[in-house]
């Protein structure tokens, strides 16, 4: 950890983390810059990989959905930062990997700590809600369309949730007194 | 009137509207690298059309995917639709998701709840 926070070598710093995770296969391993490009990109190996193992269309469906919501929270959300003299662009880190009950997918970014409270608060309210209350809270959210001064993706979050049925899991890892790395790990059943 | 009509790529819907012909119609995937730039141009025709609408008209939508970025650009359409409604012009909107896709079709009934316009939810086949 203590190197990381120098160097900020992301990947080793994940690879380190995902070690301690149950993990059968890495479908994809990135760290940089996300753009749409990108986006696109993965979105199509992801699909191919899919289709290959004859994955179930409604899977696949979610798995494409929470690939996408995952990689725009990186590609809206992440600090650009200035470390040891060094400027780190808005990058991040992202994995998908599957067992056989599901698909994992794990994005990283650096975040301000300022607004670490706010985002755990809302994560906790998400994964605290049944089913009609999550309904409920995207409709509310939709309608009053304040998606960018949330801090956060308040929609794609509530979204995810909905779609897998899955609580999210957070990390926050501290990389200096203004910022840390953000970890976010989403699960989508295999068997829906 | 003119004629909007943009071609169906990876990453934004085939869109097609033509008042003549009595087509109004978006299909496919939407996830935009700009949300707002792509919806524009379906606004400001709809503004426009709401001028003088059809008789009665029929706005199909037709998603496999959209993302959450463009779930509030489509309530927008919605809410321009609505608002023709509520000025006393018949509006139907036709919802169509896959038969598998329990989500497609959630989301359709959601928007229903959302806006006060009539609805036909319709499932079909993919391929």
């Known amino acids: ?192 | 009137m003119k004629i909007v009509k943009i071609p169906e790529t990876d990453d934004t819907p085939g869109v097609m509207l033509d008042k003549d012909k009595d087509i109004l119609f978006i299909t496919g995937r939407s996830l935009p690298e700009d949300v707002n730039a792509f919806f524009s141009p379906i606004l400001e025709w709809l503004d426009e059309y709401s001028k003088e609408p059809l008789e009665k008209t029929n706005f199909d939508f037709k998603f496999f995917y959209f993302n959450t970025a463009s779930s509030k650009a489509i309530l927008d359409i919605l809410l321009k639709l609505e608002n023709m409604y509520q000025n006393g012009y018949d509006i139907m909107v036709r919802w169509h998701y896959p038969d598998d896709d329990e989500d497609m079709k959630e989301a359709g009934e959601e928007y229903a709840d959302i806006v006060d316009i009539p609805f036909q939810h319709i499932s079909y086949k993919m391929e």
Not at chain 1, 89 to 105: P, R, T
Not at chain 1, 123 to 147: A, H, P, S, V
Request: glycine share 6%.
């Open chain 1, 1 to 192: 950890m203590k190197n990381n926070t120098t160097n900020l070598g992301f990947l080793e710093f994940i690879y380190d983390f995902y070690k301690t995770m149950k993990c059968d296969e890495i479908c994809l391993v990135y760290e940089g810059e996300i753009t749409h490009q990108v986006i696109k990109a993965f979105t199509s190996i992801i699909e191919s990989n899919m289709n290959k193992a004859d994955e179930p269309n409604p899977v696949q469906r979610k798995v494409f959905h929470v690939m996408v919501e995952c990689l725009q929270n990186i590609s809206k959300h992440a600090e650009s930062v200035h470390i040891s003299d060094k400027v780190v662009e808005g990058k991040g880190i992202y994995l998908v990997n599957k067992d056989n009950d599901s698909y994992h997918v794990l994005s990283g970014n650096i975040i301000s700590n300022n607004k670490i409270p706010n985002l755990k608060d809302f994560i906790t309210n998400i994964n605290n809600r049944d089913r009609e209350e999550l309904k409920e809270m995207y409709k509310k959210q939709i309608k009053e369309g304040r998606l960018s001064d949330k801090g956060g993706a308040g929609l794609g979050f509530i979204d995810i949730v909905r779609k897998t049925g899955k609580a999210l899991e957070s990390h926050f890892f501290p990389i200096d007194k203004n910022f840390s790395f953000f970890v976010l790990i989403v699960t989508i059943p295999r068997n829906l």
